[in-house]
């Protein structure tokens, strides 16, 4: 999968998990371990969040980054109810009627017509609520992540009430059958059960930061992870994985001067280190984190350069503080770090390549077609992908010169002495350029990179101040023994490639 995010017990027994990274859904059996994708990337569904189900069996949607509602109705045909609700999110169904809320600074809680007609605000101006649930006393329990309580309103509106406060991220409600909260805490990791009438809190398990929902099948409970790990937690305080994770959306890499791989996994920054198993150094809830990574280079002494949204930040995780070096940019993708010291970022919204200083921006290159991936070479020249172009250009005083032509779409690149590895999502391969003499070989061809044979992804626009329009990137980077990393978006993985000895 890619990633986990709303997950719900569907009519057939089967937990749904909406995956918004993958514009995905997927179905667990949870007596086979079978997983079906039920609404496949490129289907008519973009950025699931959150799901609920009616009495009928159809599926109603959210789509966080889109801002819609749609509807997968039993029988697969798929429809749209909303598409003006930015940070859609929390939704759920009580007796045929039908709550959204929106995620986002400012957002909104409204009950909608899912019949289509213009939705009914119950509440607006919340600190981002999310994953909502009507409890046993006929109320709808909202969490607000962005205040970090637990309130609840009567189904037809009036005064909200505060249920509980002081909690670890709460990001999701749901009722076990007892009548008592259950809340995962994406900050804290934690899964609490919560008295609703005293907001007495107990601790169901400790389990890593980054949770984000839960259902219940029958009397088990399961919580999802943004990691895409499905965990069932057992009545005496134990767990079980039900879906083990993995990587969410990887996509720049960067490795250290001691061989370690970093990792800009969606919302998470992770370490594999030789002989070590993956390791987290930070996450969007993370004190001190830069919010999404797309595009990181290490600097030595635990320190990053990192870009994404429109912002360009030093970044050190062990001290769980960050430095912003600019803002106010557009669609940030690969950035590098030459020898001495000069930062060149690629802005795929604009066409431009910058160099970024503190608090300022020079341009280096514009009028580019959709670059991606920027690098150094030796001598300190820039070099730049233009994925719509089909080309590596050197940034020159005068412009570009195309230094690479007759690719489908490049994306990642980097140099490894006198030698530029480029890794074209169009052709699904690995490119290696010799810059003294310009040879061209290939290095690998058929890598899981780009969309899945058949698939025309549809961007996902993205929710300010969050994140900007969220795309694909292939990044690539070479180890201090030659081992070439590369992260393969489209099944969710990093692939080495070692030379033969």
Not at 9 to 29: E, F, H, K, N
Not at 136 to 154: H, Q
Not at 242 to 256: E, N, S, Y
Not at 408 to 436: A, F, H, M, R
Request: with cysteine; hydrophobic share 40%.
């Amino acid at each position: 999968m890619f990633g986990a995010n709303g997950i719900r017990t569907g009519p057939d027994g089967r937990i749904y998990i909406a995956q918004v990274a993958g514009s995905q859904i997927s179905a667990l059996d949870l007596e086979s371990g079978a997983l079906e994708t039920v609404s496949a990337k490129g289907s008519d569904i973009i950025a699931p969040d959150d799901v609920a189900f009616d009495a009928r069996g159809d599926m109603y949607v959210t789509e966080y980054y889109d801002g819609r509602v749609s509807v997968r109705e039993a029988g697969g045909a798929t429809r749209l109810l909303r598409d003006d609700l930015p940070g859609a999110n929390g939704i759920t169904i009580h007796q045929g009627r039908l709550f959204v809320n929106e995620c986002r600074p400012g957002g909104r809680l409204m009950e909608l017509d899912p019949a289509g007609g213009a939705p009914t605000v119950l509440l607006e101006d919340l600190p981002m609520p999310n994953g909502m649930e009507v409890g046993p006393d006929g109320k709808l329990y909202y969490p607000l992540l962005g205040a970090n309580e637990i309130w609840r309103i009567d189904l037809d509106g009036g005064e909200p009430e505060r249920v509980a406060t002081d909690l670890g991220g709460p990001d999701s409600v749901k009722f076990d059958s007892d009548g008592n909260i259950v809340s995962t805490q994406v900050a804290s990791g934690q899964v609490l059960r919560i008295d609703p009438r005293s907001g007495t809190q107990t601790l169901l398990a400790q389990l890593s930061p980054g949770l984000d929902n839960l259902t219940f099948a029958g009397d088990r409970l399961f919580v999802s992870s943004f990691t895409g790990q499905i965990t069932e937690i057992l009545g005496d305080g134990g767990t079980r994985t039900a879906l083990a994770d993995g990587l969410t959306w990887p996509l720049d890499l960067t490795v250290g001067p001691d061989g370690t791989l970093y990792i800009a996994d969606g919302t998470f920054l992770l370490a594999h280190r030789p002989g070590a198993e993956l390791s987290t150094l930070g996450m969007l809830f993370s004190p001190g984190y830069p919010g999404y990574i797309r595009g990181m280079a290490a600097t030595g002494d635990g320190e990053f350069v990192v870009a994404g949204n429109g912002t360009v930040s030093r970044y050190r995780p062990a001290a769980a503080e960050s430095e912003v070096l600019v803002e106010g940019l557009d669609q940030l993708y690969g950035v590098a770090v030459a020898a001495n010291g000069t930062i060149a970022v690629a802005d795929l919204g604009t066409g431009q390549v910058h160099a970024v200083g503190s608090g300022r921006t020079d341009v280096l290159a514009s009028g580019l077609d959709r670059p991606m991936g920027v690098a150094f070479t030796a001598d300190g020249t820039c070099l730049v992908s233009e994925s719509g172009a089909g080309r590596v250009a050197a940034v020159t005083s005068s412009g570009t010169d195309t230094l690479v032509d007759g690719l489908e779409s490049p994306q990642g690149i980097t140099v490894v002495g006198s030698q530029l590895y480029i890794v074209d999502t169009g052709s699904k391969s690995l490119v290696n350029v010799d810059l003294e003499t310009k040879s061209r070989q290939i290095v690998a061809t058929g890598l899981p990179v780009g969309a899945p044979p058949g698939v025309t992804p549809k961007p996902l626009r993205g929710l300010v101040p969050f994140s900007g329009p969220q795309g694909p990137f292939a990044g690539v980077a070479a180890g201090p023994d030659g081992t070439l990393y590369v992260s393969a978006d489209a099944d969710g993985s990093v692939i080495a490639l070692r030379k033969e000895r």
